[in-house]
């Protein structure tokens, strides 16, 4: 229970404290519960799957209450806490961190997180799923750049009818079902009918979330609108919802609708790979640009998850781990740029890496990462991912591929218009320490899981066997 | 049957139900016909209480409680009703200085 | 110490030294720095000396698993045989003296402690990518020495007038690596379904038991790696960047773009020499782009008048050189030859360096001439670099050059006709470089003319060095005509794998002396021929605008840049452009607005019903009912 008691205990400790220590509390915070996962990793054997929280009943209509963690969802806690806290770090030094309101709405957002990645109930994953959207949608809306008014109602209605979808699909399910616990949920026979339009309204929300080409149009304008903290939690956690969405929940829930459904994704997911990579390569405003090549990552990830075999998910948890650390990193910069030149448009930028070593450094070797360069967790993430798609099919592993190239290119595009070049301006404030701390963080989780991800895959192994058996063991598709 | 059989049965059910029928009949026609707020009101009462009568009869016709007890709230609710119901229009007609509900127009789409 | 132990010393050297010089080096004096980086280098020679003579049969280190998932086993794994010995002599020996040099070359540099930090970050790298037992360490050193190639090339990516141009070139080369590393990331995907392991090993005693795979397949796996070689190598079509790459300053120069890491394609087709030699077609197709890259880019080399631009091309050269010795199935040969060009392009690059380091970062040889009074050492050792690479009797590159010539004329007349004529090409560029730069008069300005002074110590030693090295590295692999034993072949052929089973070209005495006879005569014709032009005449090379015809099109590289520019780099910018602008801001999100506006619209149809009266609506709501009443009544 302390995994959610404490996000909500500080949260509301955030909202209540002086005005003077209320960036210590959320990060205190954020330590807290970081620690927590710690121990429940700790004390992790992996099986199928730890229950937090059952209290025996059902109510009428089949809601159980039930949360609780395998492998897979302790590793997506983990990396939750590790973001927030990384979050909240990154913007200590920051005006928004003083504010109480943002404070206890990261914490809130947090609570929200760990809740959907331990739910085992659907409606609780539902709800929970729900819940995140109030705090971002706050954040965004309140600390946003000046512009942002019409883009954040678009990402809220837009985002709110894919859930609605997911809803629709899980209230379907739970009709053949007892009630809606996970075990219930999974166990159901679906006619290949209805499996295919249960799997439809996962799809959609999860394709809205990640976002899929073509769901994404609310991504760009919302990145980039943004605070700096709104724009890594969106890309660094929420859309991570709805991978681990996929993983979890779409997959195992309507098998019987894969072969119909894996085409589409897989294909959806590298036409927005490199869409969404070729379009980078030209943006001016770097924060769009690092938007673009979210969209253009995470496709592959989406990609990959339609396999559904181990090597692919294995690949796919280090993906989304290393996205989210990158993201936070590459937002980081991004935000640092924009607050000290006040402007988000790199052709005004230049010269800064003389000014600013230390951020110049840095900066690059979170360039490296996001290009996925050996060493880092990106590499092994994306060769593995590449490898299941190339295996699926070459043409769409090449295909894929591509984005090592496409990467190189719009992500030095846009360090080196940032970064290179005789300085334009008299100053530039370096790095401060909590930045620099982030940094180092981010890298050195970044190296560590590069060079010795196996850590990871023994981590999820036994909970990614138990899933896809599960998968596999009533794909016995009814007439 | 006759007026005197009738007498010799007692009030029979069906004179219960005619009769709410055309009160009924009655509050509807007003309702729609009319444009004072006030007869309007005094309409939907009128309906209100029809259907209390026939609830009347047929907990006395079954020898059950529960349609009396029924009639309890809708009275309680009726008169809530009622005491919303003029005090909004006392507010209408102090500003439109009218009773028509025809000049109530301002939800219009 | 234990051969296990004494190659994870060796890797662990540059590393610790990097980390030391990354971390505190801002702190420490200079001299410090640069002693600390170039310390580690020659304590990992003198060890890389001690595995070379302790180790004669295939030894591996396992260190640990990266990946291991059910049916797939991906390890950090070390493979120490001859090839990767000789390689890591190479790379730590000249890596050593390029060091020293650096010490001198970057003196007043203030990014001194960083530069030192990428070097060593270099070597670890390019160590792993020798000395890895599979394809997948490969890869990791494979893009690792990608990335410290990227860091150095725009290592002065500040500078005022061609700070961005040093950026852009070093993105360029990324790239261009970047789509090389994609075909060997296939060709890793295809052995891995083909043989389901990476190790080099295991995939080569596969083959050589004779489960060959379908000839499609072994040709996709070779091609594709020739890919990627064709990237790190610079190899028609991706050889742009190389040129380019020499924005780098000159000690990278020499150590990365002609010493170690662009020998990185021909270490792998090498070490895979057992599925080329089942690939018939991609050798042939090895060997024309081999050709094809060593005669054009001599070519392009003949009009340049950078003093590193002519070094570059002259690399990309050799390496086409080279590459025609793979293409043939000359393995040894091939290896001989990167090891000699490793020690004669070193050294010229170096020598390059302190010419530049001499005339105060100018790199133009028209604005050189009779340097020879002002750096007697540095005019001795480039000399001898020039004549080596020249292929001038008795030479380093004389013997290895030799080599692959016999191969070409066991192979084919006219492609050893071909290289002739490249050869050729090379030694006529080689001696107007040598002879504009060093002979004559002084061109200069007077300032200039003023300060030239000889380099430092710990400059002219490696130079001197590198001299003897180029002088006497001919005899790794003399042939039997005048008393050698083939010392290198049997020396790769021992202990690694698939080497041994290749068949060696020996042609009889006669033979050989005839193509020496006849490599010596070129060389020595274009030496003439230089001497004449640049000496005798004292003929200056034109500026560019004076050029036609052919000259023209040597000194613009014959518009390779531009047409790449004009097929890739602006198709791409215009479908970006054209991509964001349409399908994403008009079509995509009109899509969606779309959507929004449907719901707008028949909100404004719906809305027409709202009267406002509350007649109406109690008309609706009584017409409603008993349209229901009605309804029941009639179904009942």
């Known amino acids: 229970m302390d995994l959610y008691l404490i996000p909500l205990a500080f949260s509301l400790l955030a909202a209540l404290a002086p005005a003077n220590l209320v960036r210590y509390v959320g990060l205190t915070g954020a330590l807290a519960s970081l620690v927590s996962v710690g121990v429940h990793g700790a004390y992790y054997m992996s099986g199928w799957s730890v229950v937090l929280f059952e209290p025996g009943q059902v109510t009428t209509f089949g809601l159980t209450f039930k949360m609780g963690y395998d492998g897979i969802s302790l590793l997506m806690v983990a990396l939750v806490n590790v973001v927030t806290t990384l979050i909240l770090l990154s913007n200590l030094n920051r005006e928004t961190a003083s504010l109480k309101g943002f404070n206890a709405l990261v914490m809130l957002m947090q609570f929200g997180l760990i809740g959907v990645f331990t739910a085992m109930d659907g409606i609780m994953f539902y709800v929970f799923w729900e819940l995140t959207l109030i705090p971002i949608f706050l954040i965004a809306y309140w600390y946003g750049a000046p512009e942002r008014k019409p883009a954040l109602l678009k990402f809220f209605i837009y985002t709110f009818v894919g859930s609605l979808a997911m809803l629709l699909s899980l209230i379907a399910l739970g009709n053949y079902a007892d009630n809606y616990s996970y075990e219930s949920l999974v166990t159901v026979e679906l006619s290949a009918k209805s499996a295919f339009w249960i799997m439809a309204g996962f799809f959609l929300a999860f394709a809205i979330k990640i976002p899929l080409v073509p769901f994404h149009t609310w991504q760009p304008d919302t990145y980039t609108l943004s605070p700096m903290a709104g724009t890594m939690l969106l890309s660094a956690l929420m859309l991570k919802m709805a991978l681990y969405g996929m993983i979890r929940w779409m997959v195992p829930l309507a098998p019987e609708a894969m072969q119909d459904f894996t085409p589409i994704i897989v294909i959806l997911g590298i036409i927005g790979v490199v869409y969404a990579a070729l379009i980078a390569i030209k943006q001016s405003d770097i924060k769009r640009l690092f938007a673009f090549a979210s969209i253009s990552h995470v496709g592959l990830i989406a990609a990959g998850i339609m396999l559904f075999d181990k090597e692919v998910l294995g690949a796919s948890l280090i993906q989304i781990i290393n996205h989210s650390l990158v993201a936070v990193g590459l937002f980081l910069a991004a935000g640092i740029l924009e607050d000290r030149l006040a402007t988000r448009e790199l052709n005004q930028m230049g010269g800064v890496a003389k000014l600013a070593p230390r951020f110049g450094f840095w900066f690059a070797v979170i360039g490296f990462a996001s290009v996925s360069v050996p060493f880092s967790s990106g590499f092994i993430g994306e060769f593995l991912l590449l490898k299941g798609l190339y295996g699926y099919c070459w043409i769409i592993g090449l295909i894929a591929g591509t984005t090592l190239v496409f990467g190189a290119v719009y992500t030095f595009r846009a360090y080196q218009l940032s970064m290179f070049g005789a300085p334009s301006l008299e100053s530039f404030k370096d790095l401060q320490w909590n930045e620099v701390l982030s940094f180092l963080i981010i890298s050195v989780l970044i190296v560590l899981i590069g060079v010795y991800p196996q850590a990871i895959l023994d981590f999820v192994g036994p909970s990614l066997d138990k899933l896809i058996q599960s998968t596999q063991a009533d794909i016995t598709i009814l007439p | 049957m006759t007026l005197a059989g009738i007498f010799q049965s007692g009030v029979s059910i069906q004179f219960y139900m005619v009769l709410a029928t055309l009160l009924f009949s009655i509050g509807a026609v007003g309702v729609l016909v009319r444009r004072n707020a006030i007869i309007l009101l005094m309409c939907i009462e009128l309906m209100l209480n029809s259907v209390n009568l026939l609830l009347v009869a047929f907990s006395t016709y079954f020898g059950k409680a529960d349609g009396q007890i029924f009639v309890f709230f809708i009275m309680v609710v009726a008169a809530a009703e009622a005491t919303v119901g003029l005090s909004i229009l006392v507010m209408a007609y102090r500003n439109l200085r009218t009773t028509d509900v025809g000049l109530f127009n301002k939800l219009k789409g | ?636």
Not at chain 3, 260 to 265: E, I, K, Y
Not at chain 3, 594 to 605: E, K, R
Request: proline fraction near 2%; include cysteine; charged fraction near 10%.
């Open chain 3, 1 to 636: 110490m234990a051969i296990d132990k004494l190659i994870l010393t060796i890797l662990a050297l540059p590393l610790i030294g990097a980390l030391i010089n990354g971390t505190m080096g801002k702190s420490l004096p200079k001299i410090v720095v640069g002693s600390i980086a170039t310390g580690v280098m020659f304590v990992a020679f003198a060890l890389a000396v001690l595995v070379f003579n302790s180790n004669h049969e295939a030894t591996f280190i396992h260190l640990f698993k990266v990946i291991h998932l059910d049916d797939l086993e991906l390890n950090a794994r070390l493979q120490v045989d001859g090839l990767s010995t000789l390689m890591l002599l190479i790379v730590t020996g000249v890596g050593s003296l390029i060091h020293l040099f650096s010490m001198g070359y970057m003196k007043e540099d203030e990014g001194y402690y960083k530069f030192f930090t990428y070097l060593n970050l270099f070597i670890f790298a390019m160590l792993i990518l020798i000395l890895g037992s599979n394809y997948f360490m490969l890869f990791f050193g494979w893009e690792g020495v990608g990335i410290c190639s990227y860091l150095l090339i725009g290592f002065h990516y500040s500078d005022k007038e061609k700070g961005m141009l040093n950026g852009i070139a070093a993105r360029k080369a990324f790239i261009m690596n970047r789509i090389g590393d994609l075909g060997l990331l296939i060709a890793l995907f295809l052995m891995l379904m083909q043989f389901g392991t990476l190790e080099y090993n295991e995939v080569g005693n596969a083959i050589l038991a004779g489960d060959l795979p379908s000839g499609w397949m072994l040709f996709g796996i070779t091609l594709c790696l020739f890919i990627g070689a064709t990237g790190k190598s610079a190899q028609i079509p991706l050889f742009t960047w190389l040129p380019d790459a020499m924005a780098g300053p000159t000690p990278v120069s020499a150590l990365i773009h002609a010493a170690t890491m662009v020998t990185a394609g021909i270490f792998l087709v090498v070490r895979s020499n057992f599925l080329f030699e089942h690939a018939p077609q991609t050798q042939e197709i090895i060997l024309y782009i081999g050709l094809a890259t060593s005669l054009m880019a001599a070519f392009m080399a003949m009009r340049q008048n950078d003093i590193k631009k002519v070094l570059a091309y002259s690399t990309v050269s050799q390496l086409g050189f080279i590459f025609v010795s793979l293409g043939m199935g000359g393995y040894v040969a091939a290896m001989f030859h990167v090891t000699t060009h490793a020690f004669f392009k070193a050294l010229l690059f170096l020598g390059s360096g302190s010419v530049i380091h001499a005339m105060h970062h100018e790199q133009d040889i028209r604005k050189m001439g009779g340097l020879k009074k002002y750096i007697p050492i540095t005019h001795i050792t480039f000399l001898i670099g020039t004549c080596a690479i020249a292929g001038l009797p008795f030479l380093s590159g004389f013997f290895s050059k030799d080599e692959i010539l016999a191969h070409a004329l066991h192979h084919n007349v006219v492609i050893y006709v071909i290289m002739a004529i490249s050869a050729l090409l090379t030694a006529i560029y080689m001696f107007r470089l040598y002879f504009v730069v060093f002979q004559g008069e002084f061109r200069g300005d007077d300032h200039t003319k003023h300060h030239l002074h000889e380099s430092p110590l710990n400059m002219t030693l490696p130079l001197i060095i590198l001299a003897v090295l180029s002088l006497i590295g001919g005899l790794l692999n003399v042939p039997s005509l005048f008393g050698g034993n083939h010392w290198l072949t049997h020396y790769l052929g021992h202990s690694t794998l698939g080497l041994n089973k290749v068949a060696e070209v020996h042609l009889g005495d006669s033979q050989t002396m005839m193509l020496m006879g006849v490599a010596s005569v070129l060389a020595l014709g274009a030496l003439f021929f230089a001497f004449v032009k640049f000496v005798k005449n004292n003929s200056v090379p034109e500026s560019d605008e004076q050029l036609t015809g052919w000259a023209k099109l040597s000194a613009n590289k014959l518009y390779i840049d531009e047409l790449y520019n004009a097929l890739f780099v602006k198709p791409i910018e215009w479908i970006s452009a054209a991509l964001h602008r349409f399908v994403e801001m008009l079509f995509l999100n009109r899509l969606i607005d779309g959507f929004t506006m449907v719901i707008d619209l028949s909100g404004q149809l719906v809305r027409k019903w709202q009267t406002g009266i509350v007649s109406s609506y109690l008309f609706w709501m009584v017409t409603g009912i008993v349209g229901l009443m009605v309804y029941y009544i009639v179904k009942f």
